[in-house]
C-alpha cells in the first residue's frame, strides 16, 4: 500500500490501534509525525570484528551462526536467555535477561548480526543485551538498521523501543513515499542543502557521522526558515492594522518631562533612549510591538510609567499585567506614589482584590484610567473602552493565548488595537532576537543605576556550607542584614531522583533551629493570599530576618534591605533563572551576596555554575544558557506557536542568519501564499514549481 504523509500513523504496516496511542504521547499521529521524529544520537557499531578478535570492554559487531539458545532460571527465579553465536573463527556467548521470547525468534543456524560492548559473564568474555537482527553470511552493513553501522536512537515511551520505532521508520523510508520539496531549487543551491527527502533518510539511517550533521543542518535550517517566514507574516500583519491612537508629542513633552524631573533618582541613559523608542511608536498609526528587555532593578518599571502616563494624559486607558499577585501589588504601590498629584485613577485587579473590593466590574461607565492586575484582569472584567496601551511584565510567564485576550480586552469595535509593550527580565539573546521575536521591536535596559553594586556570588562546595550558615547569622544578627533561601520544592520530594533536592518546608524546619534566636519565614506558591501578603510584609519591615522560599520571589519581591540570597539545588535553575533570583538581592546601594549550593558533582555542572561568578550580564548568561542547556520552548511551558523545535539549535547564528537571509529573499520573490501552499504540496502531492510574481 502506498502512503502518504497525511495518512494516520495506523496505516504504517505493523501499526495498530494499541501502537498509534502510544505514538500519541511522543506527539505522533501521522507518517508525517513519524518521520520526523529524529534520532537524539546514534551508536556506534561500526565497529565489525571477527569473534576471535574480539576485546574485552570495547563496542563491536558480529556475524555468526545460533549454536545453541536457551531459557535459563536463577535460583529467585529471575529469565535468561542464553546463546552461543560461532563464526569461523571461534565462538562466544550472548546473554538477555528478561527477554524469554527470543528463543523462539533466534533458532539454532539461524544467522545473525549482533552489536554491543564485549564484557564478560561467568569468567569468559560474552555479549551481554546486544542489538541484533536476522543477517546472511554475506552481510552488508548497509541493508542492516539495528546492528553493523550508526544506529539511531530515539526519545521514547513506555512499550516503545527505539528498536520498534527504529523498524517502522524504516519501512515508511523504502514505501513509494512521495515527499514534496518545501524550498525553492535557488535556496537549496546558494545554502548548499540537501534535498529534503535525501535529508530525511540520512538524518535516520546515515552511513557517517558527516551524513548525519549535513541532515540536520538540512532539518534545522526549515524549522528555522518557517520560524522566521511566520513572524515576518505576523509582523507584516501587525503593521496593516490601525492602532486606536497616535500621540502628540507636542502637547505631551512638558508634562513628561516635568514628570521625569519630579523623579527622586536620573533616568539612564539606556533608559531614556527605550522612552524616547516607546513614545516614538506610539506616535505611529500602526499599533507599537516592543518588547522592553533590561536586568533585573535596571527601571523598566519606570519607563513603563511614562509611556502610560503618555497614554493618560492622551485620553485613553492602560491595562498592565504582571503574572503574580506580589508583583501585582508591588506595580500597584509603585504607581500610585509615581503618579501622586496627578489625579490619575489606579485600580488593582487580582483575585484577592476581586473578593475584597466592591469596584465596579462592567466596563460601562469605568473611570479607572490604569487598571493593574493578575490573570483576574483577563477574565473578570468585560470589553473595556479607550484602551490605549497594554503592558506585560514578565511576559514570557504568560501564554500566546493569555496575550492575545488581553489585546482583545482593549481592541476597539473598529478592529483597532492598543499599542502593545511586553517586558522582561530575562534578556533575550540576539540569536533569538533574529528568529522568534522577529514580530517584534527590541529596547534594551542593559546599564543599571550608578549607585548599585555588583553582587559578590559564590559557588559554595558542600565542606564549606555550615561556614556559610554561620557567616549569614552573623550577616544578620550583627550588620542587620536580610536573607532569602530558596528552595526548588515545597514539600520535601517521594521521587528517588529528587530526595537530594532540598524542600521549602522541610528546610524551614531545619533552619529555624540553625538561625535560633534569629525569626525565619516561610513563603511559598500555595499559601493563601493574605498569608502571603502578611509573611512579605513582615519581611519588608524586617520583623523577619530571613525567608525561606520557593521560586515564587523570582519576580515580584523588592525589599531594598535584603543583601543575601542562598540558592539551594542551584543545578536544577538555568543561568537565567538564577540571575534573576540573585536579583532579588543588592536592589539598595548596600553590599549584596548570592550563594549557590549544590550535590551535584558534573564537571559540566559545575563550570555551569560557576559561571555566575564571573558573569554579572544577564545578556551574557543567556547566551550562555542557551549554549548550555539548549533552547527548549524557549518562554516556559505556557508558551504555544513556533517556539518548540526538534532539531534546530538557535545557539548557530550562522545557520539562523542564512535562513533569515532566505526569508528576505523568497519573501521578495514570491507570493504570500507559496509558502504555505508548498507546504501542503509537501504532504500530499510531492514536489511542483512555483513561479514569482
Known amino acids: 500500500m502506498k502512503l502518504t504523509l497525511r495518512d494516520s500513523v495506523e496505516k504504517v504496516p505493523l501499526v495498530g490501534p494499541l501502537q498509534a496511542k502510544k505514538l500519541k504521547r511522543l506527539n505522533i499521529e501521522s507518517v508525517d509525525d513519524l518521520l520526523n521524529h529524529y534520532p537524539f544520537r546514534y551508536d556506534d557499531f561500526t565497529n565489525i570484528k571477527k569473534i576471535s578478535e574480539l576485546v574485552f570492554g570495547e563496542t563491536a559487531t558480529v556475524i555468526g551462526t545460533v549454536v545453541k539458545i536457551e531459557n535459563v532460571y536463577t535460583k529467585n527465579r529471575k529469565n535468561i536467555v542464553k546463546a552461543v553465536i560461532a563464526d569461523e573463527t571461534g565462538r562466544i556467548d550472548v546473554i538477555w535477561f528478561n527477554q524469554p521470547y527470543l528463543v523462539k525468534n533466534l533458532k539454532t543456524d539461524t544467522h545473525v548480526s549482533l552489536s554491543g560492548k564485549v564484557d564478560e559473564f561467568s569468567h569468559h568474555l560474552a555479549l ?11 552481510f552488508q552493513p548497509s541493508t542492516n538498521i539495528h546492528t553493523g553501522r550508526l544506529v539511531p536512537v530515539y526519545p521514547e515511551t513506555y512499550g516503545l523501543s527505539s528498536k520498534w520505532l527504529r523498524s517502522r521508520i524504516s519501512s515508511i523510508l523504502e514505501n513509494e513515499l512521495e515527499i514534496g520539496e518545501v524550498l525553492p531549487p535557488e535556496i537549496l543551491k546558494e545554502n ?10 540520512k538524518v535516520h539511517f546515515p552511513k557517517n557521522l558527516e551524513e548525519a550533521k549535513e541532515a540536520k543542518r538540512r532539518l534545522a535550517f526549515d524549522e528555522v526558515f518557517e520560524i522566521i517566514y511566520l513572524a515576518q507574516k505576523q509582523r507584516k500583519k501587525w503593521q496593516t492594522e490601525k492602532s486606536s491612537f497616535q500621540l502628540s508629542t507636542t502637547t505631551l513633552k512638558p508634562k513628561l518631562t516635568e514628570f521625569i524631573n519630579r523623579l527622586p533618582f536620573e533616568l539612564t541613559n539606556d533608559q531614556n533612549k527605550a522612552m524616547e523608542e516607546i513614545l516614538d511608536d506610539m506616535k505611529k498609526k500602526t499599533p507599537m510591538n516592543r518588547l522592553l528587555q533590561g536586568e533585573v532593578g535596571s527601571g523598566k518599571t519606570v519607563v513603563a510609567a511614562v509611556s502610560a502616563l503618555a497614554t ?3 485620553g485613553y486607558k492602560v491595562l498592565y499585567m504582571a503574572p503574580t499577585e506580589i508583583l501585582s501589588n508591588q506595580h500597584y504601590q509603585t504607581f500610585q506614589k509615581l503618579f501622586h498629584g496627578y489625579n490619575t485613577k489606579i485600580n488593582l485587579i487580582t483575585s484577592s482584590s476581586r473578593r475584597n473590593q466592591n469596584f465596579q466590574i462592567s466596563s460601562a461607565g469605568r473611570s479607572d484610567q490604569i487598571l493593574v492586575g493578575t490573570h483576574a484582569l483577563l477574565y473578570q472584567i468585560g470589553q473595556i473602552e479607550k484602551v490605549g496601551l497594554v503592558i506585560i511584565d514578565e511576559q514570557h510567564k504568560f501564554g500566546v493565548g493569555q ?3 488581553l489585546l482583545d480586552l482593549g481592541r476597539e469595535d473598529n478592529g483597532k488595537l492598543p499599542h502593545f509593550l511586553t517586558m522582561t527580565a530575562t534578556p533575550i539573546p540576539r540569536t533569538l532576537q533574529l528568529t522568534l521575536l522577529g514580530d517584534l521591536n527590541i529596547s534594551s535596559i542593559e546599564n543599571l543605576p550608578n549607585e548599585r553594586k555588583k553582587i559578590k556570588t559564590w559557588l559554595v ?3 564549606k556550607r555550615t561556614d556559610a550558615y554561620h557567616w549569614i547569622k552573623n550577616q544578620v544578627a550583627e550588620a542587620g542584614a536580610q536573607a532569602y533561601i530558596i528552595c526548588p520544592f515545597i514539600d520535601e520530594s517521594e521521587s528517588e531522583t529528587l530526595k537530594s533536592v532540598k524542600a521549602a518546608k522541610k528546610e524551614f524546619e531545619s533552619l529555624q533551629k540553625m538561625f535560633h534566636p534569629l525569626n525565619v519565614g516561610l513563603l511559598h506558591g500555595k499559601m493563601k493570599s493574605g498569608e502571603k501578603e502578611e509573611i512579605m510584609n513582615k519581611f519588608r519591615d524586617d520583623e523577619v530576618k530571613i525567608l525561606v522560599c520557593t521560586p515564587v520571589v523570582e519576580v515580584g519581591i523588592d525589599n531594598p534591605l535584603a543583601t543575601i540570597i542562598l540558592i539551594e539545588g542551584a543545578e536544577r535553575f538555568g543561568l537565567a533563572s538564577l540571575h534573576q533570583l540573585r536579583g532579588r538581592v543588592g536592589r539598595g546601594n548596600k553590599q549584596a551576596y548570592c550563594f549557590l549550593f549544590t550535590d551535584s558533582e558534573s564537571p559540566e555542572t559545575q563550570v555551569r555554575l560557576k559561571s555566575l561568578e564571573k558573569i554579572k550580564s544577564g545578556l551574557k548568561l543567556a547566551e550562555a544558557d542557551l549554549k548550555n ?13 513556533p517556539f518548540k523545535t526538534k532539531i534546530a539549535d538557535f545557539s548557530d547564528l550562522e545557520l539562523v ?3 533569515g537571509r532566505a526569508v528576505a529573499r523568497f519573501i521578495t520573490k514570491y507570493s504570500e501564499s507559496d509558502y504555505e501552499r508548498r507546504l501542503i504540496d509537501h504532504a500530499s502531492e510531492g514536489n511542483k514549481e512555483i513561479h514569482g510574481d
Open 403 to 405: 496575550r492575545a485576550k
Open 461 to 463: 562546595p558542600k565542606y
Open 629 to 641: 542547556r539548549g533552547s527548549g520552548t524557549i518562554f516556559g511551558s505556557q508558551q504555544s506557536g
Open 128 to 138: 551481554i543485551s546486544p542489538e541484533y537482527e536476522f543477517s546472511t553470511l554475506n
Open 192 to 201: 548548499r542543502l540537501l534535498g529534503l527527502k535525501e535529508a530525511l533518510l
Open 657 to 659: 542568519i542564512q535562513a
Open 312 to 314: 493618560v494624559l492622551s
